[in-house]
């Protein structure tokens, strides 16, 4: 008696009587899910093409460590300096008929510029290598600004301004002849750009006590300098 009334609730619904529902078919549900993902992915092809800006980040602060003339690790982050190019470590410029390695002369004009203070980097976006791409500081140093004003690196996308002058200056790798950084890496092929390994204790270390070394002879000139 329970199964004839239960298949009677089944049967009359809403003040109607039915039959029992259809089950769709294989054909329709797949219809259905491929139906759904194409609207998802329509609605992710709009949203990709929206003009947006990123949302900027949280500002990275600290002690700096230069990979190159172009690149920077500050808390075990990686930050590439937006909107410039310097020649990679491997790059060999030529000045006065001799060749130089116009990529650690860039890094060190980098190291120069930060001389042991903070830096302050702020950026929105990464670059392939997962890189931040980032307008850093020194004080009122503007680190980007200034490897391509002193010709130690080349605009990239900003700054092109600034590389004129150097230019006409002979600032730098201007003062000879080399092949722009992405040129070379061109040209060098399957060469990409400095390998970003994060540096030891001991090269943090170096790199202090020579920044410090530096600075005190620099001081020690200027004051013999003037005193004579």
Not at 53 to 69: F, H
Not at 144 to 162: I, L
Not at 167 to 195: L, V
Request: some cysteine.
């Amino acid at each position: 008696m329970r199964d004839v009334r239960n298949a009677f609730r089944r049967t009359y619904r809403g003040g109607r009587w039915r039959g029992p529902r259809p089950q769709r078919s294989r054909f329709r549900r797949l219809l259905d899910w491929l139906l759904t993902i194409a609207f998802f992915a329509l609605v992710a092809l709009v949203v990709a093409r929206l003009d947006i800006p990123p949302r900027e980040r949280e500002p990275i602060e600290g002690s700096a460590y230069a990979i190159d003339g172009d690149t920077l690790i500050i808390g075990g982050r990686h930050i590439r300096l937006q909107g410039i190019d310097a020649p990679e470590m491997k790059q060999i410029c030529r000045r006065h008929q001799g060749e130089y390695a116009c990529g650690t002369e860039a890094r060190n004009l980098l190291k120069t510029l930060i001389g042991g203070r903070t830096v302050r980097c702020s950026g929105a976006a990464n670059d392939k290598y997962r890189r931040l791409l980032g307008d850093c500081r020194v004080g009122e140093i503007d680190l980007n600004r200034s490897m391509v004003e002193k010709g130690w690196a080349v605009a990239y996308g900003r700054y092109t301004d600034e590389e004129a002058a150097a230019r006409r200056e002979n600032r730098g790798i201007w003062a000879g002849s080399f092949e722009r950084p992405q040129d070379w890496r061109r040209a060098h092929q399957g060469t990409d750009e400095t390998p970003h390994s994060i540096p030891s204790p001991l090269e943090t270390y170096t790199e202090e006590l020579y920044l410090w070394l530096k600075n005190l002879i620099t001081t020690l000139y200027d004051k013999v300098g003037k005193g004579a």
